[in-house]
C-alpha cells in the first residue's frame, strides 16, 4: 500500500501547523513540507474541508483559518470559553526562579526595557517576559521613541498576588546586598 503523495503533504502540513504560533502564507508552508505552492494550496483547502466535517467526517473543535496573509490552527469560536477556563486551571500557580528574578528585575527598575532586564540578569529574557504577561504581572507601559523599545512595569495583579498595597511596600533592596566590607575573594579567576 502506498501513501497518497497529496496525503503526505496533508500529514507534513498538520505537524507544521500543530507548532506554529503565527499564521504561516502558503510560501512558508511549501517551503517547509518540501512541496510546491499548488499542491500545498490544494491540501490546505482539503485540511479546511475535513476540520469542517466537509469530507464525512465530524466537524472538529479547532478550525485551519487563513488570517493576516497566513494560515494557523485556532481553538472553533464556540469552544472559546471552555479552552480558557481549562487554560486558566491548568497554569501553575508558581513561577520559575527565572521568572521570579526577571519579575525582581521589572518590579525594582521599572519602567524598564527587555534588553535592559537581559543586561541585568545576563541572559536572554524574551519567553520570561512573555510568561509574565501572559500571568497579568507585568504590562507594556510605553514604546521609546527613539528606539522603539517597549517599558515594562508591574501590574496591580502583582501587588495583589504579593499582599501590598503599592510597589514602596517592596522591600529596601541595598540592606540584602554584602557591601564588599569584608573584602573581595583571595583567589581572583583569570
Do not use: C
Not at 508558581?94 to 526595557?113: D, G, N
Not at 501590574?155 to 498576588?161: C, H, I, P
Request: charge should be negative.
Amino acid at each position: 500500500m502506498t501513501d497518497d503523495p497529496a496525503s503526505d503533504i496533508a500529514r507534513r502540513l498538520e505537524a507544521i501547523l500543530l507548532i506554529v504560533d503565527e499564521p504561516q502564507s502558503l510560501v512558508a508552508l511549501a517551503a517547509a513540507v518540501g512541496s510546491p505552492v499548488p499542491a500545498v494550496r490544494q491540501a490546505v483547502e482539503g485540511l479546511v474541508a475535513d476540520y469542517d466535517g466537509e469530507t464525512g467526517g465530524p466537524r472538529r473543535g479547532f478550525e485551519l483559518r487563513e488570517v493576516g496573509g497566513g494560515w494557523r490552527l485556532y481553538v472553533r469560536e464556540e469552544h472559546d470559553d471552555l479552552v480558557s477556563e481549562f487554560v486558566n486551571a491548568q497554569a501553575p500557580s508558581r513561577l520559575s526562579q527565572a521568572a521570579l528574578e526577571t519579575l525582581a528585575v521589572i518590579a525594582y527598575k521599572q519602567p524598564v526595557t527587555r534588553s535592559q532586564v537581559a543586561a541585568i540578569r545576563a541572559v536572554n529574557v524574551d519567553s520570561v517576559v512573555r510568561t509574565l504577561l501572559a500571568r497579568g504581572l507585568v504590562t507594556e507601559l510605553f514604546s521609546d521613541p527613539e528606539t522603539g523599545a517597549i517599558n515594562y512595569g508591574t501590574t496591580d495583579a502583582l501587588l495583589v498576588n504579593l499582599g501590598i498595597n503599592s510597589l514602596d511596600e517592596l522591600p529596601h533592596i541595598s540592606p540584602l546586598l554584602d557591601d564588599g566590607a569584608d573584602g573581595f575573594d583571595s583567589e581572583v579567576i583569570r
